[in-house]
């Protein structure tokens, strides 16, 4: 089986600022209002990977058929302006939610309409959050990385509303990000733009391994002073994919020892 090399990481607090806004532009009323949320990704594309340390939400998607996306205008402003503004971070692709009634298999793919989208903008990366709201009482946030199959998504010029984009299989796996928060069910894939299709990538989140570490140590973050937030971003630093070495593992234990010695739960 072919092995994946290229994967996105999301660092610092971009995986939660795309959770909150998910969740603010989640319609009311999902069987009559389609309303996505939509904005643009920050970073460095490192070859192998992608590094997204920021995130900017630029609101609803304007409009959508069944094959194609209409963008909020205020994107090409936004870009316009961060290239004149942004000076660690370079704009490597945007990010949109699929909002459903209830969870079904593949909604975290990409449509027709992406695909599209993709074809006509050619941004380098597009993560997309499949998101439902199935609770009745508020949860605790809960996340895991599942595998499956990669896939490509080409444009499918025959598309109607009984099919959705051509696919080809990759050969290998990748992986994504499932989890629940308050009364949402999500799904957080990545992909990479090719040229002429959508491609599944590996989604990494250094947020998320320090969400999982804290939730392994029975560390609870409302349990927190301020003053322990210089730990959790030390910890989340040495967590991210590229300081992967003993002396980050070193720095870990450091931090995560300070948090227990005074956590309560």
Not at 74 to 80: D, F, G, R, S, T
Not at 112 to 120: A, V
Request: charged content about 25%.
């Amino acid at each position: 089986m072919a092995q994946q090399k290229n994967y996105l990481e999301l660092v610092q607090n971009t995986f939660s600022t795309i959770i909150l806004d998910a969740i603010q532009y989640f319609p009311e009323n999902v069987k009559k209002v389609h309303s996505e949320t939509s904005g643009l990704l920050f970073g460095l594309d490192k070859g192998e990977y992608a590094e997204c340390d920021y995130i900017f939400p630029v609101g609803s998607v304007a409009k959508r058929t069944k094959n194609s996306v209409q963008t909020n205008p205020k994107v090409e402003a936004a870009l316009k302006a961060s290239r004149q503004l942004f000076s660690t971070s370079n704009f490597i692709g945007t990010y949109h939610s699929h909002p459903y009634e209830e969870y079904f298999s593949d909604w975290a793919c990409p449509s027709n309409g992406d695909i599209l989208y993709s074809l006509t903008n050619k941004y380098p990366f597009e993560i997309i959050i499949a998101i439902t709201r199935d609770g009745k009482e508020n949860k605790p946030l809960t996340i895991n990385i599942y595998e499956n199959e990669g896939l490509e998504f080409f444009n499918n010029e025959l598309y109607d509303s009984h099919s959705g984009p051509k696919t080809k299989k990759l050969g290998y796996k990748t992986s994504y990000i499932v989890g629940e928060f308050q009364k949402y069910k999500f799904e957080i894939r990545a992909y990479q733009f090719t040229g002429n299709s959508l491609k599944d990538i590996d989604l990494e989140s250094s947020e998320v391994a320090l969400f999982s570490l804290l939730n392994e140590e029975n560390i609870n973050l409302a349990n927190l002073s301020e003053e322990d937030t210089y730990s959790l971003r030390k910890m989340e630093f040495n967590l991210r994919t590229e300081q992967d070495h003993p002396k980050s593992d070193e720095n870990i234990k450091y931090h995560l020892n300070k948090l227990n010695r005074f956590q309560t739960n």
